[in-house]
């Protein structure tokens, strides 16, 4: 058994793994597990020709992350590697048949759960209960001049405002996901990310990174606007929506984190389904 702090020597073996998963859970994702390696701890378990995460929930739980398809794995080589942990997560919810042999628990809490949405419905807010989002975009552009760029060759303008943002919250950055997305800044191209930057009246207003999570599904994983200007957030998401290459017919917007003000932002875009991480406890003889 070897254990490593996950590093950026770990990208190539990791996204080829995920890739090969094609999972639509944000946590299926080097870029994402790198930027919050600090926060949960993140370190890379090798057991023979198998691969682990291991990793601390929010709520402090030590976990094991698979990156193998679970059938794949022997028990044998599985047991070894949660004897080092308290519960297998993040489990997509196809899986857990696989485990009804072994299962002694399986449970999931709401905050983790990702916010997925069809495309289709943010490509163009369609819909009664969207209204508020076009009415904002609409009174936006009235009022000002929005221009749209992608972020690659503007990280500079990205990080000041990261930084704005960071001033509007009153919190210290440890309490934000600041760190993370000023990792995200410096590591765009190095994490093959995506992103655009938002201009009002000529000046920097609000970004947005993401990449591809799997065949079927593009996940945000930061974004970031001044709330001096209402419309800022529907607008940028739909843009850089719209932008997107290939069929990829879903949208992950991530977790709410159990913050009811992200909670009620992510329901305000009506999601067609979350993402649920079961929390197992096994057994293997």
Same mark, same amino acid.
């Given at each position: ?99 009804? *042999?072994? /299962? !002694?628990? #399986?449970?999931?809490?709401?905050? =983790? ?7 289709? $419905?943010? @490509? %163009? ?27 690659? *060759?503007? /990280? !500079?303008? #990205?990080?000041?405002?990261?930084? =704005? ?7 210290? $950055?440890? @309490? %934000? ?38 065949? =079927? ?69």
């Amino acid at each position: 058994m070897q254990i490593e702090s996950l590093d950026f020597s770990h990208q190539d073996v990791l996204q080829k793994k995920f890739r090969q998963l094609d999972l639509p859970l944000s946590e299926y994702s080097f870029a994402n597990l790198y930027l919050f390696r600090k926060l949960h701890r993140y370190e890379v378990v090798k057991i023979e020709e198998e691969m682990f995460i291991r990793g601390v929930t929010r709520d402090n739980i030590p976990f094991i992350m698979l990156t193998s398809y679970p059938t794949e794995i022997s028990h044998r080589i599985l047991r070894q590697a949660l004897s080092l942990a308290e519960i297998l997560f993040p489990v997509p919810e196809n899986w857990l048949g696989l485990f009804d *042999k072994f /299962l !002694e628990q #399986a449970s999931f809490k709401e905050a =983790d759960s990702d916010y997925l949405y069809a495309r289709s $419905k943010l @490509e %163009t807010y369609s819909g009664r209960h969207l209204d508020g989002k076009r009415n904002q975009i609409k009174q936006m552009l009235n009022q000002h001049d929005i221009t749209i760029q992608n972020l690659s *060759k503007r /990280l !500079e303008d #990205a990080q000041q405002i990261l930084n =704005d943002w960071q001033e509007e919250k009153k919190k210290e $950055k440890a @309490e %934000t996901d600041y760190l993370s997305c000023q990792e995200g800044i410096q590591s765009f191209q190095r994490l093959n990310l995506q992103g655009k930057i938002l201009d009002v009246d000529q000046k920097p207003s609000a970004f947005i990174i993401g990449e591809c999570l799997s065949k =079927d599904c593009f996940a945000f994983h930061f974004c970031k606007a001044l709330h001096s200007i209402k419309g800022l957030y529907p607008y940028l998401l739909q843009d850089a929506v719209q932008s997107l290459t290939g069929i990829c017919p879903w949208i992950n917007l991530e977790q709410d984190l159990g913050i009811p003000g992200l909670r009620e932002s992510k329901l305000s875009y009506q999601p067609d389904w979350l993402g649920k991480k079961w929390r197992l406890q096994l057994r293997l003889l």
